[in-house]
């Protein structure tokens, strides 16, 4: 059973690249909006981690995008500082990173954000820098 696990697993991987992305739930806002980050992607280098985030919005958000229903972003913390980037972010039309791509971002110049107590930063940030390996 195991070994049927692990070839489903790497069939999963290499038909779909949004499928790659393991993704574990982290939390939800309190506008219904979810979080979850790739446990697979974590990277960690002294205080700085890196990683992947999916971000599913609700159905009854305000936004001037109503064709965007999730957003996977590449994003760095530093542990120490309490502070964030965001490298990229990749928009799509349906949940979960499926779809039509509707927006594409790249940042040219990453500049660090501060993350604020008791937010959903704060709660992802807490998450990805006391993650075990």
Known sequence: MHRFSIALLLALTISSPAQAQLWDYV??????????????????????????????????KETDKKDLQSIVQHKT???????????????????????????????????????????IADIIHQEVCNYKY
């Open 77 to 119: 913390n530093d542990c120490e500082a309490n502070r964030f980037r965001i490298s990229g972010l990749i928009g799509y039309e349906k949940e979960n990173a499926k779809g039509s791509i509707v927006i594409v971002e790249i940042e040219k110049e990453e500049k660090w954000l501060t993350i604020n107590p008791k937010k």
């Open 27 to 60: 939390v939800t806002s309190e506008f219904g909006n979810v979080y979850y980050i790739d446990p697979l992607s974590i990277k960690r280098t002294e205080s700085i981690v890196s990683y992947t985030q999916l971000t599913n919005y609700s159905k009854n």
